[in-house]
């Protein structure tokens, strides 16, 4: 099936990512115009978020976001799952004048286990 | 792994509902300590929800069963994405069920309660219009939110697209407004939000393929932005080169192309010795799994030390000549 071949060629070419154990995130702006509309909404050409000094999700088995407050100091996180069930999350340090996220890191459950949804 | 955090079993916590490509739902139910550890969801008479296609942890296979589209020849679709919906507006909780495949999405009826959930086993198709309600390109994963602040929940939803190619079409966001009533939900035709990707660009600029979508309003001005996951897919705008190095990749590719056709040599010759060691064995058979894999086991050496030549190849080209790229970000939508 289409993600088996996938898993196996990101099993080889799966690099080391080092990342900043504290950071400012800061939003990569690339170029560009507005595009899509439902006939009402217009967005802003699409920027990569950063959590702390990597992009946010990079390199993950197809990304899924979810924004959720997960250490419930009223600022909404974001939490990434992937196809391999792993679960990760960046929080949010402050939105004014810019969003800023922290460093992404795993999610565990309570026993402090890492959280990890079954796959195949 | 679309995720939704909701509280699922009406205890007072958020509970993370989600679904993987094993084809069901699964959830780990929080608590004041944390999320305990992910289990499938089961209906009321104790078996796995899905749609049609699973993985099987026993038998270690990929199969299809019709029981819960009440169907002798199921269709070949795979649940992997769950939301957690009162369709009925009864106080309790239903699903509704993404596939892949053909990007359709079912709702499973909740007939107990969120402490006791008794969920029937059965899909009924969920409508977008007149239509079935299907995401070109494949689902990746449908969310609920209120997009057009009329106080009901709309669907928005990701598309795969063409994951591999640099040239074929890729994914996008669509919307279908929820028309309905409270207790009634009736959803419209899809509109485009975010479009399909052209690809073709030298540098990432966008999600590709594979885009997985949430609406939120990231920034606090009012109104809601979306954070989308997913590949992009750009080929590097390359130097010009000079003779000496034109002479250099010419013979570079000329050097793999003999070692690719050996190569594509030894899998035919692999391919036949394992169809000829199952020949006469059911394809959904651990005996034929455990026999087609020791054809292929004992040649890994050879196919590993092939990969390794045929790379070292691309990566001396590459340094000349850049090649395709695809890597996973997430990027943030701002309306505006």
Not at chain 2, 112 to 128: D, L, R
Not at chain 2, 302 to 331: C, D, E, H, M
Request: aromatic share 10%; net charge neutral; proline share 5%.
């Amino acid at each position: 099936m289409a993600f088996r071949t996938e898993i196996n060629m990101t099993k080889r070419s799966l690099q080391a990512l080092t990342l900043a154990t504290v950071g400012c995130a800061v939003l990569f702006s690339s170029q560009g115009t507005a595009q899509g509309s439902d006939g009402g909404a217009k967005f802003a050409a699409p920027k990569r978020i950063k959590a702390g000094e990597a992009f946010l999700g990079e390199g993950r088995l197809y990304p899924s976001p979810v924004v959720h407050d997960v250490d419930r100091d009223k600022l909404p996180d974001i939490v990434i799952g992937d196809l391999f069930g792993k679960v990760t999350h960046a929080r949010r340090k402050a939105s004014q004048p810019t969003v800023v996220l922290g460093t992404e890191e795993s999610m565990k459950d309570r026993s402090g286990v890492l959280l990890k949804f079954h796959n195949w | 792994m679309g995720s939704q955090f909701v509280d699922f079993n009406g205890d007072g916590h958020l509970d993370y509902l989600t679904a993987t490509f094993d084809g069901s739902p699964h959830i780990a139910y929080g608590s004041e300590a944390g999320f305990g550890k992910p289990e499938r969801l089961k209906d009321a008479n104790g078996e796995r929800i899905l749609i049609a296609s699973y993985w099987d942890y026993d038998k270690k296979a990929h199969l299809t069963t019709g029981r819960a589209l009440d169907t002798d020849n199921p269709p070949s679709e795979r649940c992997i994405s769950a939301l957690a919906f009162d369709w009925d507006a009864d106080g309790d909780y239903d699903l509704l069920l993404g596939s892949y495949e053909n990007g359709h999405l079912y709702r499973q009826m909740n007939e107990g309660s969120n402490a006791a959930p008794k969920f029937t086993g059965k899909n009924i198709p969920v409508m977008a219009g007149d239509a079935a309600f299907a995401l070109p390109a494949k689902m990746t994963a449908p969310r609920l939110v209120d997009w057009d602040g009329d106080g009901d929940l709309d669907l928005i939803a990701g598309s795969f697209g063409d994951s591999y190619s640099q040239n074929g079409k890729g994914g996008a966001v669509y919307l279908s407004r929820n028309r309905g009533s409270k207790d009634k939900p009736a959803f419209a035709p899809l509109e485009t939000l975010i479009p399909p990707s052209p690809k073709g660009q030298s540098e990432p600029t966008r999600p590709d393929a594979g885009l997985y979508a949430d609406a939120f309003d990231y920034d606090g001005d009012g109104d809601l932005d979306l954070v989308v996951g997913g590949y992009s897919m750009w080929t590097p705008k390359g130097r010009v080169l000079t003779d000496e190095e034109k002479a250099t990749v010419a013979s570079l590719r000329k050097k793999q192309s003999k070692v690719q056709k050996e190569q594509s040599g030894l899998m035919r010759k692999i391919s036949a010795e394992a169809t000829e060691a199952t020949l006469g064995i059911d394809r959904k058979s651990k005996e034929f799994r455990t026999k087609w894999s020791a054809v292929y086991s004992k040649y890994r050496d050879q196919t590993s030390a092939f990969y390794k030549r045929t790379s070292a190849f691309t990566n001396q080209i590459q340094k000349l000549v850049p090649g395709p790229q695809r890597k996973s970000f997430v990027w943030l939508y701002e309306r505006l």
